[in-house]
């Protein structure tokens, strides 16, 4: 039998929320190339949403609560891998939050108490996973994290979310910096939009897929499995010399100049309603 890409390998997972979620997709493609997976939570409420899913894959997942505002429960959720495993050979950040009230308007009305909630959870987060898994890679390792356009363009509706995407991915590129000598990869994933729940706090998003759906270069939207398959290429072997990078996974809308003139009138019929 041929040999999975992820046999004998295992990772953390921080940031599944449901089955339509990107962590899922990856959680998904990584289990079908054979990793074993943990999975971490931050309250039993979540906790009910991710253990049905878990029973899905086909190694039993180590479950995890963790809640990423407190650097205690970071480190105990860390402290439980190494003494269930040892080690982990990859690590997923999937976590980014704001308040969806202050996705609308101005960017410069977000209030002060926002903009730190948001770099907190959406950054510092991923500093402090990166700082914790280190120690638990000792031969190497992988570490991806999620961003989205909206960090290098300003996209409607995202407002404090795509500053906060900006930091991590400059904070992605120093953390590959810093690991790197210890033999830990570390990217990011630019991911096209997708209907999730982190989605569904942003105003207008229906009008943005079908935007993207309109003027992409493969004139169709992304899915989290699509997603999927490029985080375990760079979890993988596949990328063992990739780092530092933002691999942009949105079927080519990250490269469009301009709209598809071919569909013009139905680009007018989206910006009609109001995008």
Same mark, same amino acid.
């Given at each position: 039998m041929e040999?999975?890409?992820?046999?004998?390998?295992?990772?953390? +997972?921080?940031?599944? @929320?449901?089955?339509? $979620? +990107?962590?899922?997709? +990856?959680?998904?493609?990584?289990?079908?190339?054979?990793?074993?997976? @943990?999975? $971490?939570?931050?309250?039993?409420?979540?906790e009910k949403r991710v253990k049905p899913l878990c029973l899905q894959l086909d190694k039993e997942p180590l479950l995890l609560q963790c809640d990423v505002t407190s650097s205690e429960s970071m480190e105990k959720c860390f402290a439980k891998i190494a003494q269930e495993w040892g080690k982990i050979d990859f690590l997923v950040h999937a976590i980014a939050f704001s308040d969806k009230n202050q996705l609308r308007g101005r960017t410069v009305d977000t209030t002060r108490d926002n903009f730190a909630m948001t770099m907190d959870i959406s950054c510092f987060s991923f500093l402090e996973a990166c700082k914790l898994a280190a120690p638990l890679m000792g031969d190497g390792g992988a570490i991806v994290?999620?961003? /989205?356009?909206?960090s290098e363009k &300003?996209?409607?509706? /995202?407002? +404090?979310?795509? &500053?906060?995407?900006? @930091?991590? %991915?400059? $904070? *992605?590129?120093?953390? @590959?910096?810093?690991?790197?000598e210890q033999g830990i990869r570390v990217n990011a994933i630019s991911a096209g939009p997708i209907k999730t729940l982190a989605a569904s706090g942003i105003g207008d998003f229906r009008k943005m897929l079908h935007w993207n759906e309109?003027? $992409?270069?493969?004139?169709?939207? &992304?899915?989290? %499995?699509?997603?999927? *398959?490029?985080?375990l290429g760079l979890l993988s072997d596949c990328g063992r010399a990739i780092t530092g990078e933002v691999v942009h996974v949105d079927c080519g809308y990250h490269a469009q100049g301009m709209i598809r003139m071919n569909k013009a009138a139905e680009n007018a019929a989206v910006l009609s309603e109001g995008l």
């Open positions: 040999k999975l890409l992820m046999d004998g390998k295992r990772g953390l +997972i921080m940031g599944l @929320a449901n089955d339509k $979620s +990107i962590a899922w997709g +990856i959680a998904q493609a990584l289990n079908n190339q054979g990793a074993q997976l @943990a999975v $971490s939570y931050q309250n039993e409420v979540m994290t999620l961003t /989205y356009m909206g &300003v996209m409607p509706n /995202y407002n +404090i979310m795509g &500053v906060a995407k900006a @930091a991590l %991915e400059t $904070s *992605m590129r120093y953390a @590959a910096f810093d690991l790197g309109l003027n $992409s270069a493969l004139a169709h939207n &992304v899915t989290p %499995e699509d997603v999927g *398959m490029a985080a």
